[in-house]
């Protein structure tokens, strides 16, 4: 399937965005991580970066860090390189893979982050903001793994960034303390930051992104907010009880693209529900719990992602 067309890539948005990848590729071996990625974020923007592992997530955000050199193309932030805009504190990092010392407690650990810093914001407001006042003074050794991952955000946020980049940010937190980091994640940006976060939770993704980037194969198969990206798949999905229902005669309704069958529940993917609908009644007069839905992001995820590649 083509990729939608990026909203934000004409030259003169390019300008003033607050990234602009251009031709990106990074190769290892033959294997093409990142191969020929156009992308453009305006300042401002929630994007959320999607893909199934390999998909080149991972090798873009380092890119666009300054902790990978493309092998092809280019990356500016806010107009700078990788490089200069670290050193300026115009991006923070939150990876999921960063080590925190041991023997240093969380206050002491921000504020040895914020001495690297011109104009870091107080030690105290990024404490607040990750929700780690009451942690302040415990050791790294003595966090629960969500604990530690809100002291990511802490470092991440003590720079006082105009782009955030997070990886994988409510890995291994809880309900509860997931809900509170997006909501101190809507505070960050209703100020204007810009924020772009790979996550494995494509809730998250549909509730708090202003614009979803699908990766797959090193490349951008869908570029779009959540509800372009759903129409992307299009059609819907068909689900009911179906007592007597047989795998042959289910896959032999019309306009199906999948179907799952589970002792008498039916799941149908349809780009016709009601011809699909019409003829799975007319099969199975007795079918009851019809629910008829959109395909969600989930659907177009993994339909996106899991197509041959074509190159």
């Known amino acids: 399937m083509e990729k939608t067309q990026t909203r934000h890539g004409d030259a003169g948005v390019a300008a003033g965005a607050a990234v602009h990848l251009r031709g990106l590729r990074k190769h290892y071996g033959d294997v093409h ?5 156009d992308l453009t974020i305006a300042p401002g923007e929630v994007v959320a970066l999607l893909g199934p592992n390999g998909a080149g997530k991972s090798t873009t955000v380092d890119m666009i860090l300054g902790l990978t050199k493309p092998d092809s193309g280019s990356v500016t932030v806010f107009g700078a ?9 115009a991006i923070g990092a939150m ?5 925190l010392l041991d023997d240093l407690t969380v206050r002491e ?4 982050i914020a001495s690297l ?6 030690v ?4 607040r903001s990750a929700g780690i006042e009451d942690i302040a003074g415990r050791r790294a050794n003595k966090l629960s793994g969500g604990q530690k991952q809100r002291v990511r955000y802490a470092v991440a946020l003590v720079s006082d960034p105009d782009l955030l980049v997070l990886d994988e940010p409510t890995a291994a937190m809880d309900v509860g303390t997931r809900r509170e980091f997006w909501k ?4 960050y940006t209703d100020s204007g930051r810009t924020v772009l976060f790979a996550t494995h939770y494509l809730e998250e993704a549909e509730e708090f992104a202003d614009r979803v980037v699908l990766m797959r194969g090193g490349k951008i198969v869908a570029d779009g907010s959540v509800a372009e990206v759903r129409a992307l798949q299009g059609g819907r999905t068909v689900r009911a009880v179906v007592p007597s229902a047989t795998e042959p005669v289910i896959a032999a309704l019309p306009a199906i693209t999948g179907y799952e069958l589970r002792a008498d529940r039916v799941s149908l993917s349809s780009n016709d529900s009601d011809a699909t609908l019409r003829a799975l009644l007319a099969r199975f007069p ?8 959109a395909v969600g992001l989930e659907g177009a995820f993994l339909s996106l992602t899991s197509e041959e590649d074509n190159r």
Do not use: C, F, N
Request: glycine residues 8%.
């Open 124 to 127: 105290d407001a990024a404490l």
């Open 95 to 99: 990876l999921q893979g960063g080590a």
């Open 286 to 293: 007795d079918a009851r719990d019809i629910e008829v839905t």
């Open 33 to 37: 991580a990142v191969d020929g990625v």
């Open 81 to 89: 390189t990788p490089d200069e805009a670290v050193a300026q504190g």
């Open 109 to 112: 650990t921000v504020t040895m």
């Open 184 to 187: 101190s994640m809507y505070t």
């Open 117 to 122: 810093h011109r104009k870091p914001m107080p």
